[in-house]
């Protein structure tokens, strides 16, 4: 999915194998869960202003926010961008262990739940790796992407336009912005 500059994955809940990402179940009871990755400065702004944007440029840490959905992503991202991509299973857990491994956990083996996300019954948390300019959510995702088996460049994917080309090449578009 994607908001035009913003890209993130979203993810049947009931199919995600629980040993590849057990944290998906931080937030429980709902069939649908969006995860983002990005910069906890811009992230969790409780106003945007020009120093978070030009703060969120700089090097500074990454969060994960992680939203549970009820409603079938067709329902409920009415617009932006939303594509469905068919993955084998082998490929859906690597994708599943590329989202875990980008949590940062605690000494008990948690992961830092930092506290409530931005909407919808969602959760902050600690990611590894520092968001700047060029390494951006977008990275993240086309990352994520790449280890699900997608021939793309996360190098090159900067901007969300980047992602969603490849994704489109290789899945379904939903709805286009």
């Keep these: 999915m994607s908001n035009g500059f913003h890209t993130g994955l979203i993810i049947k809940t009931e199919d995600v194998p629980r040993d590849a990402w057990p944290e998906v179940d931080a937030i429980p009871e709902h069939p649908w869960v969006e995860v983002g990755w990005g910069s906890e ?3 969790r702004a409780k106003k945007i202003t020009a120093p978070v944007v030009v703060g969120a440029f700089l090097p ?3 969060v994960l926010h992680v939203v549970g959905w009820d409603a079938a992503p067709e329902e409920l991202f009415t617009s932006g961008d939303l594509i469905r ?4 299973e082998g490929q859906f857990a690597a994708l599943c262990r590329y989202i875990h491994a980008s949590y940062v ?7 830092q739940d930092l506290g409530p996300g931005i909407y919808g019954d969602s959760r902050f948390f600690r990611a590894r790796g520092k968001y700047y300019f060029p390494n951006t959510c977008n990275v993240w995702t086309a990352k994520g992407l790449k280890t699900a088996g997608l021939p793309i460049v996360p190098e090159l994917c900067g901007a ?3 992602v969603l080309i490849a994704a489109r090449a290789n899945g379904t578009t939903i709805r286009r912005r």
């Design 60 to 62: 500074n840490a990454s």
């Design 41 to 43: 400065i811009f992230y």
């Design 85 to 88: 991509l068919e993955v084998d």
């Design 160 to 162: 969300a336009d980047a």
């Design 105 to 111: 956990f605690d000494k008990e083996d948690h992961p």
